[in-house]
Nanobody, 122 residues
Framework: QVQLVESGGGLVQAGGSLRLSCAAS????????MGWFRRAPGKEREFVAA????????LYANSVKGRFTISRDNANNTAYLQMNNLKPEDTAVYYC???????????????WGQGTQVTVSS
């Protein structure tokens, strides 16, 4: 089973950028689709973005489309989420996970990590 550790969160002003990383253990990372999710205070965890094993197919939630970019480096077992033009409503704990991904269907199936906090001030 893949173990995941998220990092890269922080406090940023509206309009700023952050790059989140998801480091995976195990030799099977390149065989999994990966996804990013977030949970804002008082809300359910929601889908943000997904990427296929090769990186050739991606999917974004409408709320982040055009601002966020998901990518992966299979050689280094890492997935990324580049977040630009951040808004206060992007404030949340961000999680990565292995997913079943057949666009537009996305379902996480791995264990959830601790996540990384992103706070966007207005």
């Amino acid at each position: 089973q893949v173990q995941l550790v998220e990092s890269g969160g922080g406090l940023v002003q509206a309009g700023g950028s952050l790059r989140l990383s998801c480091a995976a253990s195990g030799r099977t990372f390149s065989s999994y689709s990966m996804g990013w999710f977030r949970r804002a205070p008082g809300k359910e965890r929601e889908f943000v973005a997904a990427i296929s094993p090769s990186g050739g197919t991606t999917l974004y939630a409408n709320s982040v489309k055009g601002r966020f970019t998901i990518s992966r480096d299979n050689a280094n077992n890492t997935a990324y989420l580049q977040m630009n033009n951040l808004k206060p409503e992007d404030t949340a704990v961000y999680y990565c996970n292995a997913v079943e991904f057949n666009s537009p269907y996305v379902r996480p199936f791995g264990s959830w990590g601790q996540g990384t906090q992103v706070t966007v001030s207005s």
